[in-house]
Structure formats: C-alpha cells, structure tokens
C-alpha cells in the first residue's frame, strides 16, 4: 500500500495548479502550519467533502499494565480526532455519495 508524502502532496500541486515547485511546497506548508495552529488553538478544522479534524479533551482515568495488570494512572490530555464526511466515506467504499442535502461533515 502506498503512503502520499508532502512531497507526493506538493508535486501534484505543481502538477495540477501551475505553480513553481517551490510555491507548490510553500502553499502546502501554510495549509498544514494553518491547521495545525488551528487545531493547537481548540479550533476544528473542516474540509467540505473530506472531513472534519478537531481536539477532545479527555479526562485522567485509570488503566492497567496489560502484563502485570498494575493499576496506573492515565492522565488527562488532548487528542486528534478526525471524522470522514459521508463523501469521503462513499469513495472509499465505491458506494453512491449520499444526497440528503445537509452537512457532508
């Protein structure tokens, strides 16, 4: 199975916009650093048609060792949750895209 890369990312922005490879390179990084401080900021991040990145906070909780079974606690943070649109989710099960003409997510 493949891997795209921010290279494989910017090289088919060149391709596809025209732009200089260097330019193509230099939009991708401010898309990426944008969302990123975004998402650092509690914002979500919502790709029409792809999806929706936000940040959960989750509580402390206790968890075990799964080899001694020691109690240890877990504690609180901050994670990336994404969830897939109905458009993303029907592409990759090569099903008919929904049209319920609401939020695609």
């Known amino acids: 199975m493949n891997t795209v890369t921010r290279a494989h990312l910017a090289e088919t922005i060149y391709a596809q916009v025209g732009l200089s490879r260097n330019e193509s390179a230099d939009l991708l990084e401010t898309v990426l650093e944008r969302m990123s401080t975004a998402l650092e900021s509690g914002e979500s991040v919502k790709i029409s048609g792809f999806g929706t990145f936000s940040v959960r906070q989750k509580g402390q909780r206790v968890g075990?060792?799964?080899?001694?079974?020691?109690?240890?606690p877990i504690l609180p943070?901050?994670?990336?949750v994404f969830r897939p649109s109905h458009v993303l989710k029907a592409h990759v099960n090569h099903t008919a895209?929904?049209?319920h003409g609401g939020d695609d997510e």
């Not at 075990?64 to 240890?72: I, S």
């Not at 943070?77 to 990336?80: G, H, I, M």
Request: no cysteine; aromatic share 0%.
């Open 97 to 99: 895209v929904p049209t």
């Open 77 to 80: 943070r901050r994670v990336l």
């Open 64 to 72: 075990r060792n799964p080899k001694t079974g020691v109690e240890v």
